[in-house]
Nanobody
């Protein structure tokens, strides 16, 4: 199990940027698929971006954020990031990071949440127009 702690959320204007951080308590070789999810009020939690941190994997993005968000990881600090540029009001949500024992071939933001047993507490992002 990996403990995850998100930070970096806040309130911004449309068009501005935020960078979310997810500090992991350790590198766990059984938790190499990591991702960002978000949940808007009254809606299901949805995948935003995933990255396989074990090497050889690609990053995948939901269509709604492709070209605006970038997922990355600092290996030295075991920190996952989500750089969010050109934010829109519809990006307003609670953002969570998650980690799961998913193979490189299946690590994708469309995977169900049950594939990710480890979650952070979330960080709120609010974008006003």
């Amino acid at each position: 199990q990996v403990q995850l702690a998100e930070s970096g959320g806040g309130s911004v204007q449309a068009g501005e940027s935020l960078r979310l951080s997810c500090a992991a308590s350790k590198y766990d070789p059984y938790r190499r698929c990591m991702g960002w999810f978000r949940q808007q009020p009254g809606k299901e939690r949805e995948g935003v971006a995933t990255k396989y941190i074990g090497g050889g994997g690609s990053a995948y993005y939901a269509d709604s954020v492709k070209g605006r968000f970038t997922i990355s990881r600092d290996k030295a600090t075991n920190t996952l990031y989500l750089q969010m540029d050109s934010l829109k009001p519809e990006d307003t949500a609670m953002y969570f990071c998650a980690a799961g024992p998913v193979s490189v071939h299946l690590c994708h933001y469309t995977l169900g949440q049950t594939h990710f047993p480890d979650w952070g507490q979330g960080t709120q992002v609010t974008v006003s127009s």
